[in-house]
């Protein structure tokens, strides 16, 4: 992303301008991904182009991932199970 959008004007680059450059990327990244993919998923799921703020927390790998099916409803089950080693946690 840098250096394309940013490359040829970087003597005159300023916040608002990176931010606006920023912003125009992630919409045709988003667009690209809605015309070349499943698009009904993608669009009932995360229809804005901004970042889901529950990824900035520090989290491993696999918590990660259960967070994010999580967010987009993909957990199996109503209710959930209880932890062998921890039965009195919820």
Request: hydrophobic share 35%; net charge positive.
């Amino acid at each position: 992303m840098w250096k394309p959008l940013c490359g040829p004007i970087l003597d005159t680059l300023n916040k608002n301008k990176f931010l606006s450059l920023r912003t125009k990327f992630l919409a045709d990244q988003f667009q690209n991904l809605c015309n070349n993919s499943d698009p009904i998923l993608l669009s009932s799921t995360r229809p804005t182009i901004q970042m889901d703020p529950i990824l900035w927390l520090p989290m491993t790998c696999s918590e990660r991932s259960r967070v994010l099916r999580w967010r987009l409803g993909w957990l199996p089950g109503d209710k959930p199970k209880e932890c062998i080693f921890h039965p009195y946690h919820n």
